[in-house]
């Protein structure tokens, strides 16, 4: 029975310890142990008590042998969770329902602005696009930006997967991306540049050409592309080592950006082949083939520049020309137009140049000569000026002129602006012609002042190009100083792509204009698409409409109707109105029903040398008289 007390008493130690059996244990003494048994039969059976006793001491042993190990490998393995948690290069996090930090890693810890908020965990549009998707699905992978303390954003690789259990959580895990995205970038960089020579790639040269054609319009509706190839550069060096290549394509690279003044872009599509592409702002005269024609002989000469062994040339030079959209309308048709007229500059001979329009073609060397013949014609002295007058209905008087160029050539007889102002306005002498009508216009204003000749303002036809030189106004003004004449003697018609392609400085001139005294007057009214808002931002006194809605007007009533509502409109805003390109009686009477006193044509007088107008006034001045008799 004493041994009975102490085991029991050792069990009890042990179910304290053991606090999770004790229940067990004291139920199994209580079936041990009958309440109602005799004496005699506690002696007997006090024996199988003890020994089940003793199994259940050597279990319990056991099982706290087992529990010890299994703890000592629990926090083992917690330790070394604990230490790939706080080493890892990941950000992990473990957010509740409420999205708020419930564990954060050093790593993200450290980069966070405030570790118990998500908000400035992810950014507010990240937040709102992940959660609808994360109520929906367990798991989403994608990339994510962290805010860091510093306030920048980090790119990050990001997992996120929603845990179900009694609670709603988060488990986050991502990686610090942005230097991958750097080298990512790097390596993009690198196939987008020749690393020979740093210019673009051929690849960054397609995106170039799509994006020509995206943003070409009716304003700007061509651009070209120019394919230069060096034919002998290979095999010239063949015998010498292979950075000799470099050592030539580099100064050929750094010349043609000195050629091309950055003004193009540039790029290399070949072993021996360099690209320009002029962009539609660049190109869109009228006739563009005559600038692409000229830098391409600049290209050809490119080689000349290079110093070489002994001075002795090595190689030759080819162009290839291909314009838009005549010669393809998607890059690769460009490639290709420019290749194959590359081709065939080749099979020409040495520095051949060859556009892929056998037309162009054809035409650049008549358009270069015709360059070469107004340089001439300018310095000796075979320009004109001759004057067509412009009548008032109301008064049966001639109230001005506009002032008209001529040509006397010697090879080509007296030619009108239209057989050579386009190549004068595409190779920028229609600046020194500009100059040379006012001047001559000045000239002519101050005679017929001192003669009692002069019958109100010439009209100038202003040149886009003239009217884009920073002095323009400066030289119209010194110009007048030396004269003696005043601005208001003068009317500037505008084309209206001066209006539509306006820029900061456009405004300013005009305004200077009006302040010297200048009438200003839009051209060709009604042919733009921005005339409207032209006649409402900009300070012009008049309008003159286009010889289009004239012309047939007295046959076709959608042109009468548009041509009223345009002299409507000129009314209500208060502008004067000038029609040109009258042919008949007709035309004259029903414009002057229509509103406008202003009108210019053959019917009254072809354009007239300065020495016939005395003659006309003096007409003129005749009808009168009979018409007073």
Not at 548 to 565: C, G, P
Not at 599 to 612: D, R, T, W
Request: proline share 4%; charged share 20%.
């Amino acid at each position: 029975m004493q041994l009975y007390l102490v085991a029991s008493s050792l069990i009890t130690r042990m179910l304290i310890i053991m606090r999770p059996l004790s229940w067990l244990l004291m139920a199994g003494l209580i079936l041990a142990v009958p309440v109602y048994a005799s004496t005699a039969e506690l002696l007997w059976t006090s024996g199988f008590p003890l020994v089940c006793l003793l199994l259940l001491v050597v279990a319990l042993t056991i099982y706290s042998r087992k529990l010890q190990r299994s703890n000592a490998l629990l926090l083992s393995e917690q330790q070394t969770l604990q230490h790939f948690l706080q080493q890892s290069d990941d950000v992990i996090a473990i957010l509740n329902n409420e999205r708020q930090a419930v564990y954060l890693n050093p790593q993200l810890s450290d980069k966070l602005t405030d570790i118990k908020q998500l908000p400035l965990f992810l950014d507010r549009q990240c937040t709102q696009l992940l959660l609808p998707k994360l109520e929906l699905e367990q798991n989403w992978q994608g990339e994510a930006w962290l805010k860091a303390s510093d306030g920048a954003s980090i790119p990050l690789s990001l997992a996120i997967t929603r845990q179900q259990q009694d609670k709603q959580s988060y488990l986050l895990i991502g990686r610090d991306i942005s230097k991958w995205q750097l080298l990512q970038q790097q390596t993009e960089h690198g196939s987008m540049r020749d690393q020979q020579t740093g210019l673009q790639s051929q690849a960054l040269l397609t995106e170039h050409l799509q994006t020509c054609i995206d943003f070409s319009n009716e304003h700007q509706p061509r651009f070209a592309l120019l394919l230069l190839k060096f034919s002998k550069l290979l095999t010239s060096q063949s015998d010498k080592p292979a950075e000799s290549l470099h050592n030539l394509l580099q100064p050929l690279s750094e010349q043609l950006k000195l050629m091309t003044n950055n003004s193009y872009i540039l790029g290399r599509c070949g072993i021996d082949i360099f690209a320009v592409i002029v962009p539609p702002h660049l190109c869109n005269q009228r006739q563009p083939e005559i600038n692409l024609n000229r830098l391409g002989y600049q290209l050809l000469s490119l080689t000349d520049r290079i110093p070489t062994a002994n001075n002795k040339k090595t190689f030759q030079t080819t162009v290839g020309i291909s314009i838009y959209p005549a010669d393809g309308k998607s890059p690769a048709e460009l490639m290709l137009a420019a290749q194959n007229a590359l081709q065939y500059a080749a099979r020409m001979g040495h520095n051949g140049l060859q556009f892929a329009d056998i037309s162009i073609q054809q035409r650049a060397p008549e358009y270069l000569a015709l360059e070469t013949e107004i340089q001439k014609a300018l310095l000796q002295g075979e320009f004109d000026v001759y004057y067509q007058p412009r009548v008032s209905i109301a008064s049966n008087r001639v109230i001005g002129y506009e002032a008209l160029l001529r040509w006397h050539s010697p090879k080509r007889g007296t030619l009108m602006p239209q057989h050579f102002i386009s190549v004068a306005d595409d190779t920028g002498l229609s600046v020194q012609l500009d100059k040379l009508v006012f001047k001559k216009c000045c000239d002519q204003l101050q005679y017929w002042q001192q003669t009692g000749m002069n019958r109100g303002r010439i009209s100038l036809n202003v040149a886009i190009e003239s009217f884009r030189q920073n002095d323009f106004v400066e030289q119209l003004a010194k110009q007048l100083t030396n004269s003696g004449i005043n601005a208001d003697q003068f009317e500037l018609e505008l084309h209206e792509d001066i209006l539509l392609q306006a820029d900061s400085s456009t405004e300013k001139k005009l305004l200077q204009l009006t302040t010297l005294g200048f009438h200003l007057t839009l051209d060709n009214f009604g042919t733009g698409v921005s005339s409207l808002s032209a006649l409402q931002h900009f300070p012009l006194h008049g309008l003159k409409i286009a010889p289009a809605f004239v012309k047939d007007m007295e046959h076709n009533e959608q042109q009468r109707n548009i041509t009223a509502s345009l002299i409507r409109l000129a009314s209500y805003l208060q502008l004067d109105v000038i029609a040109s390109g009258i042919e008949n009686e007709m035309q004259a009477y029903l414009l002057h029903v229509m509103g406008c006193d202003i009108l210019q044509g053959h019917m009254f007088s072809k354009a007239l040398p300065a020495a016939e107008i005395p003659a006309l006034l003096a007409r003129e001045n005749k009808l009168l008289r009979k018409e007073v008799s």
